[in-house]
Structures are given as C-alpha cells and as structure tokens.
DNA sequence: ACGCCAAATGTGAGTGACTCACATTCGAGC
DNA sequence: GCTCGAATGTGAGTCACTCACATTTGGCGT
C-alpha cells in the first residue's frame, strides 16, 4: 500500500533515518511523527502515508515465508514443537540482516519501550500463523501448532529485547534463546 | 492509583459491564470510551480515573506472585524451560477462576481485536518478570531465565487466543498448551 | 532536452484517546 | 445535620491518525 516508487523509497528512507535519529536522541513517546515528518522534510500526512502508525517506523518483518519453508523442511515425525525450533534455528542463517547496525538502531529502541515491545508482538502474528499454518498442512492440530509456534517465537522476541553484550551479533542471541528450548 | 471506596467500586463495576456490553454488541474499535462512560452513567473523565488506557478494561491479569512462586518450588535441577512449564501447570489449580463468565467473555473480546492481543502481551510482561526473577535468584543466567518464562507464557496466551472449543474450560486450554512443550 | 501524466506530496479540517487544572458533589463518621 | 475528603464533573488542550481535494514533482517517451 504504501508508495514503492525510486522517489518514494528515499523519501522513505529519509523518514526511517529522521525517526531514529529522534527516537534515540529524545525517546519515543516524547517525539511526536509531526517532528519526525519535519526532520525528513516532508509533512506529517506524507509520514502516513509511507507507515500506518507510528510504531511501524521502528518494527518491520518480512521474514515469515522463510522461517515457515525451513520448519516444513523438518523431519515430520518430530514432535510440533522441536520441528519449530530445529526449523527456526536453521532459518537463522538466512534471515541473518547483512546491514546489521539500523537492525540494532531498532532492536534497542524497541527495548526502551513497553508500547513498541507491545508492536512487536502485534506484527510476530503473521509469522507465527504461517509457520501453524505449515504444520496444520501436515496434519497437526491447530491448537498445538499455534502453541509450538508462539512458544518460539516469543522466546526468540524476549532473547532479544533482553540481550545486554552488545558485542553478540542478533543471530547468536537467537540461537542462545532456542537453545534453553531444548529439553 | 484507581479509587478504592465501596463507591468507586460500583462504578467501575459498572464501566466494565457497560464496556463488554458495547465491545460485544458493535465492536471494540466502533466503541468509544465516551460511549462506554456514558451508559456506565458517568463522564468519560471518570472512565480514565478508573482506567488508564482503552485497553485496561478488558486487560488484567494479578497473578504473578502465585506464578513465581509454583515455579521456583520445581525441584531445582531441572533445566529452567522444564522447571517454568511444570510450575505453571501446578499453579493452574490456585489461578483457575472459579466462577469466571466474564473472563469467557474478555478472552473472547481480547481475541477478536489486534491490539487488544497485543496490549494482553504487554501485561504479561510483568508476570514474566516475575518468574525469570525467581529463577536467576537460584543461579540462572538472566536470559535464559527470561526465554524460558516467555516462551511458556507466550504458549498459553496463544492458546487462549486461539481457543475455538467453548466446552473447554480456559484452565484445560492452559494444560493443553503446557503439553505440548513437553519434549 | 522537453513536456506529459500519473504518482507523490501538501492543505485543512476533523475524530478519538488521553491529560491537566480547577470547580463541584457526594457519602461516611462525628 | 455537618464536615471534610474522596469521587466526579467541566473545559480546554495535545497528539496519533484519517479524509477529500488541490498541487507539484520526477521518470518516461519522443
């Protein structure tokens, strides 16, 4: 929905950078997406038109049909639950965010603030129904698929708004996080 | 911070029924907090005296303490993610609303609205704080701790959400979900 | 280079959640 | 009944977010 023109992807951009900058320098709740706007050179409408809220600045996840693929690739007599975390831990390569440092930009202004931690689990949804969705396919209920699923993934989101070494890439955090999964 | 008095009591007795009230006959995001203050009889200032978001009608949840405390009596050798799954199945008896109608009717509320999902998440995080507190005071490390609360707790919210059976007790839902994490 | 045209952005006005300083009313104890 | 404090009301304000409509701009073909 929002514009995906060359024009519009910097002025994207300009948002995002202008955001963080913010964000970091006075806090999230006391920067107002007028002041954001401003600080990109744009108008508070152009902000809302490239993101629906002014959450979505600073969370963003487009890795769901990714992790779903690697957890339908486990051995299918697992049970839910390790199927999910093997299959994560093997997506971890992939996702792995080559530019690294605006990733770590968000994930700590993310962490300083309960109402963005809040965000971040409203956008985990997806993920999470379509890594259930590929184990109901194979024939496991939903409920149970839904838990597996949630299970992980809330382990994964806790490991890293938790994480204090900064000198830990994000994909060892994660790994770490699976790991105390394992019984 | 809310008022405590018999009185206050009433009224905010009567914002909670007012508010499932509309919730269920319109919608949470077609109902506004005028209109739930208004039928509880009452100004929308007093609706924010009682409440401090929206959302808090609807949200809640006071049992961290008996949580903590099921899950730091596990026998202390079991790895963390073990001790927190059986620890919360052993609370499940103390927690279980006898009576509860009205929290059928919240989960089903909560379960119909994104936002509500994710402010019930944001509540959640003090129990789980509460339990990884627990566990680091027995020596393990804090991010382990915090996974292995998280991943349960985000297990059984999932759960709850999720829930289509209405002949499930919400406590049979909840050890349903701890189950599955059994590995 | 130049101009066309859709896509991107701006304007202005509005709604709803939430806050604050201050005035008013109600109810439990004397 | 009266009093004093707690509970509630008033009015005005901020900020996130939306809509209908006007304006500009940059990428494109020629």
């Known amino acids: 929905m929002p514009p995906t023109s060359p024009r519009a992807q910097r002025t994207r951009g300009r ?5 963080l900058d913010l964000f970091e320098r006075q806090g999230y709740d006391a920067t107002t997406t007028t002041q954001v706007a401003a600080a990109a050179g744009v108008t508070q409408m152009t902000f809302f038109r490239h993101f629906p ?9 487009p890795y769901d049909p990714l992790i779903a693929d690697a ?22 390569g992939d996702v792995a965010p080559a530019d690294d ?11 300083a603030n309960p ?17 259930a969705d590929r184990l109901v396919a194979d024939g496991v209920p939903r409920l149970d698929a ?4 949630a299970a992980c993934l809330g382990a994964c989101t806790a490991a890293l708004l938790a994480r204090t070494d900064a000198r830990v890439p994000l994909a060892g955090t994660v790994a770490r996080a699976l790991e105390v999964l394992d019984a």
Chains 1, 2 share one sequence.
Not at 53 to 61: F, I, L, P
Request: no cysteine; proline share 4%.
């Open 15 to 19: 948002i995002v950078d202008a955001a």
């Open 101 to 111: 440092t605006t990733a770590l930009r968000r994930v700590a202004v993310v962490a």
């Open 71 to 92: 957890v339908g690739a486990q051995p299918r007599d697992l049970p839910p639950f390790e199927r999910v975390r093997r299959g994560m831990l093997a997506a971890l």
């Open 146 to 149: 839904t838990v597996a699923a």
């Open 115 to 131: 109402r963005l931690r809040a965000a971040v689990v409203l956008a985990t949804a997806t993920t999470e129904r379509a890594i």
């Open 53 to 61: 809220t002014k959450d979505a600045v600073v969370v963003s996840d």
